[in-house]
């Protein structure tokens, strides 16, 4: 039994191969290609001009391979697959050997002259030489297209924005009667393909395609068109990273310098330090962002508001400074006048029944005006010492001293409070602002993003 059907295989294949050899040149001679048929290239193929062309389009996105907001370009890589009807182009496929499809070039043939209205560049990559033609006249032609297109982008959002382009496509001179436009595959089946096929997405992430086919209306003609709209939305970590976060870390360095102490000048340091290095982020920020936009983008008011309450703190600071220094000054003046006045303090002696007792007061007058009056044994007369007594006076007068100094710095200490306790509130005061403004500003911003 095996052997039978063994040899009864190797019979019909020996014998159709022995019969005919099934060459495409054949169909070709029939189909008329050999020779010059240019009628076939030359006008639409249909056999009456009726009857309108249908082309199914269907793209898909490969790549995209840039989004810039600066000359808002898009430039997505593209995948199209062209079907059409050629009328004049029919075989039989049982004459022969049951070829059903033809691979010709695709100069041999008409073929439909699409073009895409948003594209700004032409595209310069090889075309695909190939189209399929089958034996009931389909004709199908696939191929990738690096599309340069202009698309209107709103920057508001950035980076947490997301951007529609549209890529329209028609017949450059066919009007509606003669050249109909429908899609192949509908937008979530083209969504579905897109996502499968995505070989880069880079910063963008593709979000959906949706087709909407429209016609366009120019002096009483009509010509249709499908538009394809990426919708694609950008990843933003990049730029959270890189711009967000740090634009945050000298906002809190800004507010931890609140604790370094304001009678040295540091703080002043710090500060515009972190101002200088604020204004080297907004220079990265003006590459980024494009110049046109009709609304300010959000990245934009979260800088300069962030920038003017640095810019204020630094103000604060100054005048905080401006006011110790004055303080100081003052200070420095009330002690050498205080200096002046020990010197010509009036002395004066009470004589008692026993003991005399030499008395020195000094008027010091601090800022508020308070008088203050102080008296001091100073000695008793040297008549009626004593080896103790002296010991004693000498213990007297070391007391006296230390008063004296104590008393001066007291003093100074009282008037530099007094008159730092202005630059504290004031410090106090703008910390309570400060914390409160960027508490409120910077989730209000970020819902702003987010909406
Ligand atoms: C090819 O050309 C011959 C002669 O001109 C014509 O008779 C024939 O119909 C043509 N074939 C097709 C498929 O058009
Ligand atoms: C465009 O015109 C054709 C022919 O008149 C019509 O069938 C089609 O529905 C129109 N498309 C739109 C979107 O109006």
Redesign the pocket.
């Known amino acids: 039994m095996i052997p039978v059907v063994f040899f009864v295989l190797l019979f019909l294949t020996d014998g159709t191969s022995s019969e005919k050899l099934c060459s495409y040149r054949e169909l070709l001679d029939h189909l008329n290609l050999t020779t010059d048929n240019s009628a076939l290239k030359l006008t639409r193929p249909v056999l009456d001009y009726t009857h309108p062309t249908v082309v199914e389009l269907d793209i898909m996105l490969y790549a995209i391979l840039a989004v810039m907001e600066k000359t808002q370009t898009f430039i997505p890589f593209l995948w199209e697959k062209l079907i059409w009807n050629n009328e004049l182009i029919t075989w039989d496929p049982a004459q022969f050997c049951g070829i059903t499809q033809i691979s010709l070039p695709v100069d041999l043939l008409w073929k439909p002259d699409l073009f895409i209205y948003e594209m700004i560049q032409k595209d310069e990559s090889p075309r695909n030489p190939y189209m399929f033609v089958s034996y009931n006249g389909r004709v199908t032609y696939e191929d990738d297209i690096n599309v340069v297109s202009t698309c209107e982008m709103d920057v508001h959002k950035f980076p947490f924005d997301t951007q529609s382009c549209n890529i329209s496509i028609g017949s450059a001179i066919h009007t509606?009667e003669e050249f109909r436009l429908l899609p192949f595959s509908n937008s979530s089946r083209a969504t579905q393909f897109s996502r499968e096929w995505m070989k880069t997405q880079g910063e963008w992430e593709f979000l959906h395609l949706t087709i909407t086919?429209?016609?366009i209306t120019y002096s009483n003609k009509?010509w249709?068109q499908l538009v394809y709209t990426f919708t694609i939305k950008r990843r933003p970590l990049l730029h959270v990273i890189n711009f967000l976060l740090p634009i945050l870390f000298f906002l809190s360095l800004d507010l931890a310098s609140f604790f370094i102490s304001d009678h040295r000048g540091e703080k002043l340091g710090f500060k515009v330090t972190v101002l200088l290095a604020i204004s080297v982020l907004l220079l990265i920020l003006n590459d980024i962002l494009p110049s046109m936009s009709n609304k300010t983008p959000l990245i934009a008011t979260y800088c300069i508001v962030i920038f003017a309450l640095m810019l204020l703190s630094l103000l604060e600071t100054i005048l905080v400074t401006y006011l110790m220094e004055t303080n100081s000054a003052s200070q420095k003046k009330l002690t050498d006048d205080k200096e002046d006045k020990k010197k010509t303090g009036n002395c004066h002696s009470e004589e008692g029944e026993q003991t005399a007792v030499h008395h020195c007061s000094y008027f010091s007058e601090t800022s508020e005006g308070q008088k203050q009056h102080e008296i001091l044994p100073l000695a008793k007369d040297n008549r009626s010492l004593q080896p103790a007594e002296s010991v004693l006076l000498l213990i007297l007068g070391e007391l006296r001293k230390l008063q004296e100094t104590l008393n001066l710095h007291l003093n100074s200490r009282e008037t530099e409070e007094s008159s730092s306790r202005w630059a504290a509130r004031i410090n106090r005061g703008f910390f309570i602002f400060y914390v409160t403004t960027v508490s409120l500003f910077v989730p209000l911003i970020f819902i702003q993003w987010h909406n």
């Open positions: 509606v086919s429209s016609n009509q249709e």
